[in-house]
Structure formats: C-alpha cells, structure tokens
C-alpha cells in the first residue's frame, strides 16, 4: 500500500499543481480579456503589475530637477509616455509636505475638495491608489496591516483605510493627507457639437497647491473653459486635447512638466502667479493688491512697474509641476494629478552644470515660441530683468 502510494502521490502532486495552473491561467487570460474589452493597451493588468521599489527611502531621496527648460517656449502638450509604476514621485519633502498639505485643506476647505456627484469614480481613484499602488510602488512606506488589509503609513505612523470614506470629499482628504500630489477627475460630461465626441469636465478635485487659478471655479467647466485664461490654448491646443482626453486607452499613462516663476513662495495661490490684459494678476476673483491698484486707477503699465519695484530675489520660486494623465478602468474616469516643485533661486544657482544660465535663457525664450503673449501672461514683463541678472550674477 505504502508504495503504490509513493508512486501515486507525485502524479496526483502534478496533475494538481496543472489544474490550479491551468484554472489561474483561465481567470487571468478572461481578466485581460475583459480589460482589453475596454482598451487595456497589454497583455498583463498595467493597474495591477506595478513594479516595487524596494529599498526606497524617502528621507534620502533630493527632490528630482522638475523644470523643462527650452531655449524658446512654444505652448504644446508635450507629453511623454510613462509606466503606470511612475505615476508618483517621492522625495525628502514628503512628511513637511503633507502638514502644509493639511494645514492648507484645513484653512480652505471649499478651495482645496470639491465634488460633483461623481462617487464611484473618487471610490475607485481611492481604492486602487491605497489598496494597489501605494503599498505596491512604496512597501516601505505604505505597509498593509496584518488585519482588515488597512495601510499603515509609516513615514506619519497613521493608518490609512483600506475603504473609502463614505463621504467623496472625506475620502479626498485622506488622499490629499496622505500623497503629495494633487489630483483632478475629470469626466465626459458634454459632447463636441461637431463630431460628437466625449468632451471631458472637472469633476473632482483635491488640489492644494495650485498656482494662481481657482480649482474651485473650474468645477464642472469643460477643458476649454478650465483653459480659457492660457493665452493660444484655442487655437494651438483645443482640439488636440480634446482629441487626446477622448482617446487615451486604460493602462497609459502619460507625463509633462510645466515650469514658473513666482514672485513668492506661498504653495496655495489662487491668484498672483499671472498677468492679464489688465494688469491685475487675479482671472478668477479680484486679488487684495489689485483692489488696491484699481482703487487709485492705475493703469496696466502703472501696475507692472508697480510690481516690478515689489520683486524681492529670495522670495522668488522657480515652480514646476510633475503633471500626469491616466484613465481609471471601471469608471472610465480620467485622473490628472500634479507634484509641485519649488527651487529657491540661491538653490538653483548651485544646481551647477549650467542650469542657472539655461533658466535664464528660457525666461528669455518665454516670449520667442509660439504664443509670444506667454511672456506677459507668466509675469514675464514683471521679473524677468532683475531674475534674468541674477542668475547670471
Ligand atoms: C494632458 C493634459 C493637459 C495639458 C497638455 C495641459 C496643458 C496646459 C498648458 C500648455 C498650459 C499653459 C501653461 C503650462 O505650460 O503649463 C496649461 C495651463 C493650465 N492648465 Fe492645463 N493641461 C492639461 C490638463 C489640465 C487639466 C486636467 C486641468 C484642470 C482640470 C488643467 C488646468 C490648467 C490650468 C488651471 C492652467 C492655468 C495655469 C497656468 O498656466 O500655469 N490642465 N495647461
């Protein structure tokens, strides 16, 4: 008996280990099957085959040179292709960053959490980012708890659930609490009258560092409205960005960078960081210095020399957004997330390997691509000289 079973027993080892192979095979062939069903660009789940990091520290770890900088600006999309794995970048700022964080949602709630009723798409933005990505990308910093599956962040010693809050705006919180970065859903809300075609809305947001506009004010407007004060964005970007938000298959993701100056190092701006027509530096809400310029009637060019005379080298930042693009694959929802940069000038004088004098050269170049009106509309006009001199000082 006992050898017939030593005989037996290998086979029936086998031919178990074939069938679970093969059952695991069948779900997973018929879950890419269902995904590419709804355009998944590959064979794998790129929502669930993200790749670790490690042995990541983040205390260690320098902010990355964010800001692309370009001889001459021309206002394009300039996006680049990137694994789903990348989609968040962590440095050394990370836990300062997430008390600014909270202080900011703290003093301006309504600014920085809105939502329109769209909770599925916040629930599965939540889920997926504390469930998979997080504790998958980030094991050292994100670790799921022996019980229940929370996360357990180790960097503020908090706990993170695993289950989104009830309340959409709540579970934008913790998001916004827990990842430096800022993020936007964005659905199809409307139609293009032409040929039809999804046009995608603001639908939610937890947004603490924008810079000079009001997220709040762009709640359920359109990209071409959220656009609408980028001088050019109608007749160089619309379409194509409408095109693109249309279009962009589950599974991509992709990245670019913008970069400014501003005039002070405040993270939350919702006004300032811009120029129009004229001369205030507010397109949503009138701002508290432009009141004041209004109120003795100076005009546009009164107000820049005005500004230009306020322009103090070390409270300048050159600031620069980690912009990503990605679509969620149940709702369909579009996810645009931003990490917020900021360099004081001193700092990027000892960048070294000539990045100070190629920043200069791009301040020069803001105002030769083109959409020349660039200039103007990023306070060129305001700090250019004395930042320019400086930095070539
Ligand atoms: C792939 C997607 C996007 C592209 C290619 C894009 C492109 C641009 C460009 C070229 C500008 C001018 C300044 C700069 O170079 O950054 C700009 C500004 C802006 N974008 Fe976008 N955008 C995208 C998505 C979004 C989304 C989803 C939102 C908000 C929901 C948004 C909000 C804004 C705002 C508020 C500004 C004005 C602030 C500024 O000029 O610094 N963008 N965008």
Known sequence: MESILLFVLPFVSLAAFLGWRYITSQSRSSKQHD???????DEIDPYQDIEPLPDFDWKTTP??????????YHLTMAL????????????????????????????????????TPCVPAVNELYTWLIKTYLPKRFPTIYIPTP???????????????????????????????????DFLLLLPSSQSAKDGSPIYHLEAFVTCFPSGFSTRAKLSCPLAEIHAPVPGYTAKLEKSMDRFFARIECGRCVKRSNWSLTTNDLLFSEGGNHLYENGSTDYDAPHPNDNDDAKQNLSTEEQILRQKASVHIPSCRLRSERQTLFRLPQTQALVFAFKTYQYRLEEV???????????????????????PEMEFYKRGVVWRERVVEFLRS
């Open 35 to 41: 995904s590419n069903e709804k355009g998944v660009l």
């Open 63 to 72: 902010p990355i040179k964010n800001a692309p900088l370009k001889p001459v």
């Open 80 to 115: 680049e292709n990137i694994p789903l794995s990348s989609l968040i970048d962590m440095d050394n700022t990370y836990l300062t960053r997430l008390h600014t964080r909270r202080e900011i949602m703290t003093t301006h709630p309504t600014a920085t959490i809105a939502c």
């Open 147 to 181: 019980t229940g599956g929370d996360i357990l962040n180790t960097a503020s010693s908090e706990i993170i659930p695993s289950v989104p809050p009830p309340d959409p705006t709540q579970a934008l919180k913790v998001l916004g609490s827990h990842i430096d970065t």
């Open 349 to 371: 004088k000892e960048f070294g390997d000539g990045y100070a004098e190629r920043l200069a050269e791009a301040m020069e170049g803001l105002g030769k691509g083109n959409v």
